[in-house]
């Protein structure tokens, strides 16, 4: 059988993870065959995903009414965010246990085979918040293969290193600035060395950064072309993740750094996220294929993985051109496009957009309890 295509991204030391969970993809045996034809090494989940998995679909009927029941029988208000977090549990667990084998066997233990479980986006700008949610959930999700997702918002910062420091893996979601990219991999070392301050081993602790791509392009491209930059369409994503990567390879390569790998520390990688093409007239792998390199993680929406099967071109393509990625972001600032104020939009944007579906899964559990 022909190799697939997306396994083929392997060969360059690049990650494929599934964007995408439900309880059908789990029970069905497809996300096993993903594993196992295509090499996904894991999975991510956010509001939005889950929202559609439970709104969508009978699956989840018969939990919410057992879970709501038993809210009553014990004397407790309804908790609407309750059922949703035991049922997002519930699946979580079974896909960890499905990539179980892949965290374990990989050469470099731990380096793939997570799933990732989101805190709730209404506790975006909640520090204390966020940190108190993400011990509760690593705590109930018990399994060592599963990365709980904070948003890396300036609130998000300090939550991240608290969360490192207490040995959760984490993945740091919502990233569109360099700028606060490198803060975000600055909370991750700290975290790393507050903890091994305390006395406590770093050398099973995972981190990724997700990067996102497309919404950039989305916002800034109408941009460019009022003021004539129409050629760096779909170009500005592309280029800022390049230099998110150089910083990447600085931060993990300082004797800072060194000084935690020397007692087992992994970097924190890059993952490449929104990375399906909104614009139509761009090929539907076009992020995908620009920004495959090593040790990164690249996780895909199903429709993306699909096309990528038949239209995806695998090669190493994230370190070239490096010089020419920095003259795109000139040009762009040289023309008076502020592209720290349109990422610091986009971060605010992306809260929003995950506590809408976030509010309409928990309208649909109300809805479904109340039948």
Do not use: C
């Not at 959760?168 to 700028?179: E, P």
């Not at 890059?270 to 539907?284: E, G, V």
């Amino acid at each position: 059988m022909e190799t697939s295509k997306v396994k083929e991204i392997h060969n360059f030391d690049q990650s494929i993870w599934l964007d995408f969970i439900d309880r059908d993809i789990i029970s069905s045996g497809k996300l096993q065959k993903l594993i196992d034809e295509d090499g996904v090494r894991g999975v991510t989940s956010n509001p939005a995903i889950f929202e559609k998995a439970i709104s969508s679909s009978a699956d989840y009927d018969a939990d919410i009414a057992r879970i709501s029941a038993e809210q009553t029988e014990s004397g407790n208000a309804a908790d609407y965010e309750d059922v949703f977090y035991q049922l997002a549990i519930s699946d979580i667990q079974k896909a960890a246990d499905l990539f179980k084998p892949i965290y374990n066997d990989e050469e470099v233990k731990g380096a793939d085979g997570y799933v990732s479980l989101e805190v709730s986006p209404r506790l975006a700008l909640d520090t204390q918040g966020t940190i108190d949610q993400a011990l509760d959930l690593w705590k109930k999700v018990d399994r060592d293969n599963v990365m709980i997702k904070i948003p890396g918002t300036a609130a998000g910062l300090p939550a991240i290193r608290q969360a490192i420091s207490e040995g959760l893996n984490i993945n740091v979601t919502l990233l569109f600035g360099l700028d606060r990219y490198r803060e975000v991999a600055e909370a991750y070392i700290s975290g790393l060395e507050d903890r091994l301050n305390d006395g406590f081993e770093i050398d099973e602790i995972a981190s990724v950064a997700s990067f996102f791509l497309s919404r950039i392009d989305v916002m800034i491209d109408p941009i460019l072309d009022e003021k004539g930059l129409g050629d760096l369409k779909g170009e500005v994503a592309i280029a800022s993740a390049k230099k998110a990567y150089e910083i990447y390879l600085d931060v993990f390569g300082t004797e800072r750094w060194k000084a935690l790998e020397a007692h087992g520390a992994k970097p924190q990688r890059l993952l490449w996220a929104s990375t399906s093409s909104k614009n139509p007239a761009f090929k539907s792998t076009k992020y995908v294929d620009a920004l495959i390199g090593p040790n990164t993680v690249d996780t895909i929406p199903m429709e993306t993985l699909e096309a990528y099967r038949t239209d995806g071109e695998p090669a190493n393509r994230l370190s070239d051109d490096l010089e020419g990625a920095t003259k795109i972001l000139d040009r762009v600032k040289e023309a008076g496009i502020d592209i720290d104020e349109i990422t610091q939009k986009l971060e605010d944007e992306g809260v929003e957009k995950f506590i809408a579906p976030y509010d309409k899964l928990l309208k649909a559990i109300e809805d479904q309890v109340k039948k």
